[in-house]
């Protein structure tokens, strides 16, 4: 049973002390700050090109880059690519990504600094998604099995100084694991432990493990589950961060945000990769912005120390509160638009945030993103021609704790509370018998996200059920800074299942940013669906298609389709496990050929790429969940 303290406070910034391991001339882990870096998307026996691409890496800061190594024969390249890297004056440390081929780990542990091994598929098949009933003699000779192959990767990773990373893969793990453990945030665990227990047995420690996947909920859940163990059997192994096949643009880089700042947030990661469906070197400037929010982050003022979480850490379940209007309960969170601060706003303000006004009807009708209510006060209201259909919030209903305290309730009203006043015992006494308030939970601490965890700790504590929006204000003007920041900031109480609805205030970032980004949110910590989801691999030299083109392609023939969640994999490694969670799939099969799958089973085999996009459509019509 895992301990609930995955990490070292609950009421503080602490990073988790990690053992040192050595990359190359570049450490991870221990006293070393977080390190960021990206994988090469080339033909691994094409030396100037994948040379070419770790250079441009480096040059934007890349600490380490990975390279895919299928087999031996791009193993052995790794020596060509290592030596006109040092010959250009680039001695960044190399890490190979291999797959199905212990032969070709071995290889490539002779000329770089790191192999990746994936537990899933290092000896044990492709999983099949069979169950199979194993005797508890069956399942230790399958762990016999893969530490008679590890054991030869152990000793030259020994000789040469080179780490290995044990890259736990959600959409990867064995039919033996699935079978014992499920498809699970416990399943990774497991998959890890069983390698780590072989590599103590034979005393290497030159370790980093990642546990990744494309559902932002069993990444965080596993990454702490595996904490938990560690801690219980005395190992502190480096972490390294990522959600796999995040995908491209905003969504790509708010749905890493909101995975990988839920666990940096708690001082968890020595190094991070954000994968996107773009060149590799995109992915270095918001790994480094993500990295730098964090960074020596104090929490003033102090909190109160927490000693337990009144919920379960390791898997979803949202915090119980009433239902005030369409707020709190079951329904989906909301998103309210902050426009009371305004001196004036107009019609274009209130489309931007997704309401369009029908001439016809003279009414206001939402779009598929849309607010589900405007925060207005007095004088926007009477400056407005006509609010027909518009939810609105005005101003008037929003207290303050000392209005609040000496007011009559209304049918539903607001109060504006930051964890300080959680201390007032009339307050809470109030709130506990209201059935009619909504709670604003705002924060100025320089440490916000624990303050505000810190608060919804306190509020179940104290058995307030009231519905809680969380509220953050930012005054970045760039918009890339803005969404990382904030989907840190609200993804880890989210996934965590804390609060029943956000308001973002940005005054320097476009109205129809703010609003796309609150949505964008929602979703990659899947709470609400409101659009196409689109489980996007990065590509690597597997891939056998123009990964980012085909990306672009399928958005414009299906990002209608809301709700609707569509992986586009580059090839089979981790193709229909790590987009199990999609509707449908559309998968590298080889050259110029593609598989289409719903759910994970193939619908159609080696379909030429020219007509692939096509046929998924047809696909996605014949099971009706097209609509135009």
Request: charge should be negative; proline fraction near 4%.
């Amino acid at each position: 049973m895992a301990d609930s303290k995955y990490c070292i406070t609950f009421s503080d910034y602490i990073r988790r002390k990690s053992i040192e391991v050595n990359i190359g001339e570049t450490p991870m882990g221990g006293n070393n700050p977080v390190r960021v870096q990206t994988m090469t998307t080339t033909n691994t026996n094409d030396t100037l090109a994948t040379v070419e691409q770790c250079i441009r890496a480096a040059k934007v800061g890349a600490e380490y880059v990975r390279i895919t190594t299928q087999g031996i024969k791009e193993a052995s390249n790794l020596e060509n690519i290592k030596r006109e890297l040092i010959s250009r004056g680039f001695n960044i440390p190399l890490i190979s990504d291999v797959h199905f081929n212990p032969a070709a780990a071995l290889e490539s542990a002779k000329h770089i600094e790191k192999v990746r091994i994936n537990p899933g598929n290092f000896i044990d098949p492709r999983a099949k998604f069979e169950n199979i009933d194993y005797t508890d003699e069956e399942y230790a000779h399958e762990i016999s099995r893969i530490e008679e192959k590890l054991i030869p990767l152990i000793e030259i990773c020994r000789n040469r100084k080179v780490a290995i990373r044990l890259g736990i893969n959600h959409g990867s793990l064995s039919d033996r694991i699935m079978s014992r453990y499920g498809d699970t945030p416990e399943g990774m665990v497991e998959s890890a432990m069983e390698f780590l227990h072989i590599c103590r047995k034979h005393k290497f420690d030159d370790i980093v493990i990642s546990m990744k996947s494309s559902n932002t909920r069993v990444m965080v859940y596993a990454v702490r589950l595996l904490i938990s163990r560690m801690n219980m059997e005395d190992m502190h192994y480096p972490l390294h961060l990522g959600v796999t096949e995040a995908g491209d643009g905003e969504d790509g880089r708010i749905k890493s945000a909101v995975g990988i700042g839920a666990l940096l947030a708690d001082g968890i990661g020595d190094t991070i990769r954000v994968s996107l469906t773009e060149e590799p070197e995109n992915e270095i400037p918001v790994a480094q912005k993500l990295v730098a929010y964090f960074e020596n982050r104090q929490t003033n003022p102090t909190i109160e120390p927490i000693a337990k979480l009144p919920y379960n850490p390791y898997d979803y379940a949202r915090r119980e509160s009433i239902a005030i209007d369409a707020i709190g309960s079951h329904n989906p969170p909301v998103v309210i638009a902050n426009l009371s601060n305004r001196n004036s706003i107009n019609l274009d303000t209130i489309q931007q945030w997704g309401w369009n006004y029908d001439t016809e009807s003279k009414q206001w009708k939402r779009t598929d993103i849309a607010a589900d209510y405007l925060w207005l006060n007095g004088a926007q209201l009477n400056s407005l021609v006509n609010t027909n259909g518009l939810p609105i919030i005005d101003n008037s209903l929003v207290l303050s704790v000392a209005e609040y305290l000496s007011a009559k309730s209304s049918d539903k009203q607001f109060i504006r509370i930051e964890y300080s006043d959680l201390a007032n015992i009339n307050l809470i006494t109030q709130l506990k018998d209201d059935t009619k308030t909504v709670i604003i939970l705002e924060t100025s601490n320089t440490n916000g996200f624990t303050e505000q965890r810190a608060a919804f700790v306190r509020l179940m504590e104290l058995g307030v059920t009231a519905p809680v929006i969380i509220h953050r204000t930012y005054s970045d003007a760039d918009k890339e800074d803005f969404q990382l920041k904030s989907a840190s900031d609200f993804g880890g109480l989210l996934i965590d299942g804390l609060g029943d609805g956000i308001i973002i205030t940005a005054p320097s970032i476009a109205d129809n940013d703010v609003c796309s980004t609150a949505f964008t949110v929602l979703q990659a910590a899947r709470t609400r669906f409101s659009k196409t989801e689109y489980i996007s691999c990065p590509g690597c030299g597997r891939t056998l298609y123009n990964l980012q083109q085909t990306l672009q392609k399928i958005k414009a023939h299906t990002s209608q389709l809301k709700g609707l969640k569509i992986g586009v994999m580059g090839c089979i490694v981790n193709g229909p496990g790590e987009m199990a969670d999609a509707d449908y799939g559309y998968v590298g099969a080889g050259p110029g050929r593609i598989t289409l799958y719903k759910g994970k089973e193939v619908v159609k085999k080696n379909i030429p790429e020219d007509n692939a996009i096509a046929e998924l459509v047809n696909v996605i019509k014949e099971n009706g969940d097209w609509r135009e």
